[in-house]
């Protein structure tokens, strides 16, 4: 089992920056990689960022050159930096972690940026 807890959302103005981070404990052990999600209101869910064991990365290119994601494995913890934030960006923003044991998911952070 593998608990995820997602923070570091807020309100922001356009052109800032935000670092979400997406704490995980438990088996952490087995966990083959990270994916970053954001659901706006009246939207799907839609894929942003992920992160493998070996670092390999994978942004979609509405993000590509703004967003970044890292992860720092001797604390479990996986980050989403988010800079030059456009209102578009409003959303709830999860983490999924995905393990041999299945694919866990957090609360979610909501970000909002205004215009």
């Known amino acids: 089992q593998v608990h995820v807890v997602e923070s570091g959302g807020g309100l922001v103005q356009a052109g800032g920056s935000l670092r979400l981070s997406c704490a995980t404990s438990g088996s952490t052990f087995s966990i083959n990689v990270f994916r970053w999600y954001r659901q706006a209101p009246g939207n799907e869910r839609e894929f942003v960022a992920s992160?493998?064991?070996?670092?390999?990365?994978n942004v979609v290119d509405f993000i590509k050159g703004r967003f970044t994601i890292s992860r720092d494995n001797a604390k479990n913890t996986v980050y989403l930096q988010m800079n030059s934030l456009k209102p578009e960006d409003t959303a709830v923003y999860y983490c999924?972690?995905?393990?041999?044991?299945?694919?866990?998911w957090g609360q979610g952070t909501q970000v909002t940026v205004s215009s």
């Open positions: 999924n972690a995905v393990a041999r044991a299945g694919s866990y």
């Open positions: 992160i493998t064991n070996g670092g390999d990365t």
